[in-house]
């Protein structure tokens, strides 16, 4: 079930809402678009996902918003540059990242799950996840077992 949660970054600077579904099979709203994107979250062996441990859910704008600190907000853009991945300049924890993808039906927030503070244990324990092979750019199957995940 779709949920309003609040998060932040480590240190506090930054704040934002997001309206998100971490509840498991079968207890799930229905999704915010068309796709697999919106019907779990996420984890990516990608270099930046996997050294930054990003657990993520897809957001839309509408279903987004910084609540304070954007000025603390910084950017950092790597390979095709197409993902805002945002982190706090005080503290450095990525709460989420930013794109705008046609095949996901157009601008999305990444939300990592791990800044959500209102997110209970039983809610993260509980919630569905894809694993992503970024690493291969395979984002639709699960990383093959290679002994470093």
């Known amino acids: 079930m779709r949920k309003s949660y609040h998060g932040s970054c480590h240190c506090g600077a930054v704040h934002f809402s997001a309206n998100c579904d971490l509840a498991?099979?079968?207890?799930r709203s229905p999704p915010a678009r068309p796709g697999a994107w919106w019907a779990s979250t996420f984890r990516c062996n990608c270099s930046f996902c996997l050294k930054t441990r990003f657990w993520k859910v897809f957001v839309t704008p509408e279903d987004f918003s910084v609540l304070s600190g954007e000025e603390a907000l910084a950017e950092y853009r790597f390979g095709e540059?197409?993902?805002?991945?945002?982190f706090c300049k005080q503290c450095g924890v990525h709460p989420f990242a930013s794109a705008d993808?046609?095949?996901?039906?157009?601008?999305?927030y990444a939300v990592n799950i791990a800044c959500l503070d209102d997110a209970s244990d039983e809610e993260l324990a509980n919630a569905p996840i894809v694993y992503e092979d970024g690493r291969q750019d395979a984002w639709d199957g699960a990383p093959a077992v290679t002994g470093h995940l």
């Open 24 to 27: 498991p099979e079968g207890e």
């Open 81 to 86: 540059r197409s993902i805002r991945h945002l």
């Open 101 to 108: 993808y046609e095949i996901m039906g157009g601008p999305f």
